[in-house]
């Protein structure tokens, strides 16, 4: 079910930027085996909500993760299930998708909604209803490897607005299957 779930709202985000940049979606396909990366090479993502004061981080000792590449490796869809049946705030949804044509590289880049092609398009979605469409932040990508078919590794940080208000700042690190 979660692998379902995961292919499901890989197809939502590849129509959602297809439609916005007139462009077709590539090979949906799991994350493939990588290298460990310079730096912190723990797959982990975590981030606090203000004001709320909300704040998860999930690891592979307490969550899975899965990665979709999208749009021959301009955006990727990653899926965070909480390991904890009591943790109801998940699954989580992060997506980072760059405008048509230009591809995921390291850079800091001002977030914009997916449904517009002026800027790096962000969403963090979980399954409490917390929705949070870039439509105000930035989002630095310090290293990504990615192909048109899997995402082998991604460390970012971010810091966005939310649709109901208050920001969300957190960081997510990705070393892709085998998951390490």
Do not use: H
């Not at 800027?119 to 963090?124: A, D, I, P, T, V």
């Amino acid at each position: 079910m979660f692998e379902l779930t995961t292919i499901i709202r890989s197809i939502f985000v590849c129509f959602m930027t297809a439609a916005m940049a007139g462009a077709g979606c590539s090979k949906l396909t799991p994350a493939s085996p990588s290298q460990p990366s310079s730096g912190d090479s723990t797959t982990r993502l975590a981030f606090s909500s203000e004001p709320t004061g909300m704040a998860r981080t999930y690891t592979l000792q307490n969550a899975t993760f899965r990665a979709v590449s999208l749009q021959s490796g301009g955006a990727v869809d990653l899926a965070i299930r909480p390991n904890d049946p009591n943790d109801k705030s998940g699954p989580w949804t992060l997506m980072i998708g760059s405008p048509a044509g230009r591809g995921l590289s390291p850079g800091t880049y001002t977030t914009t909604p997916f449904d517009t092609d002026a800027g790096y398009g962000f969403m963090l979605l979980g399954n409490d209803n917390a929705f949070c469409d870039g439509r105000a932040g930035s989002v630095t990508i310090q290293e990504i490897d990615i192909t048109p078919a899997a995402l082998k590794s991604l460390r970012a940080s971010f810091s966005i607005q939310c649709m109901r208000g208050g920001t969300v700042r957190g960081e997510v690190v990705a070393m892709a299957e085998p998951w390490r």
